[in-house]
């Protein structure tokens, strides 16, 4: 039986992670692609119109449900893979389990 508990711990951790380093990069990244999707969309310079507000605030989401969703899928691998090594480890060789019986 495979254990899903490694991979949610896995995902978990990655997504604090996210928010602790990667959360204000990818709001801001995330601004600038918006900033640069509105210029070219209503063309420069940028007035604040409610189009370009929301093409703005489009990137930055994008930019942060990209970011985290990249931190938690790689989380959860770590967590599986964690969890794979550990329950190796764990078990004895057949011939060990005889000889304690």
């Given at each position: 039986m495979h254990s899903k508990v490694p991979s949610l711990i896995g995902a978990g951790?990655?997504?604090a992670?996210?928010?602790?380093?990667?959360?204000?990069?990818?709001?801001?990244?995330?601004?600038?692609?918006?900033?640069?999707l509105a210029s070219g969309i209503v063309g420069t310079p940028v007035?604040?119109?409610?189009?370009?507000?929301?093409?703005?605030?489009?990137?930055?989401?994008?930019?942060?449900?990209?970011?985290?969703?990249l931190f938690a899928v790689l989380g959860a691998a770590a967590g599986a893979a964690v969890g794979a090594i550990t329950a190796v480890a764990s078990r004895?060789?057949?011939?060990?389990?005889?000889?304690?019986?």
């Amino acid at each position: 039986m495979h254990s899903k508990v490694p991979s949610l711990i896995g995902a978990g951790i990655g997504l604090a992670l996210f928010l602790a380093v990667a959360l204000l990069p990818s709001l801001l990244y995330g601004g600038y692609a918006g900033l640069l999707l509105a210029s070219g969309i209503v063309g420069t310079p940028v007035e604040p119109t409610l189009v370009a507000r929301g093409l703005i605030v489009f990137g930055m989401v994008l930019g942060v449900t990209a970011v985290g969703s990249l931190f938690a899928v790689l989380g959860a691998a770590a967590g599986a893979a964690v969890g794979a090594i550990t329950a190796v480890a764990s078990r004895r060789p057949a011939t060990e389990e005889q000889a304690s019986r």
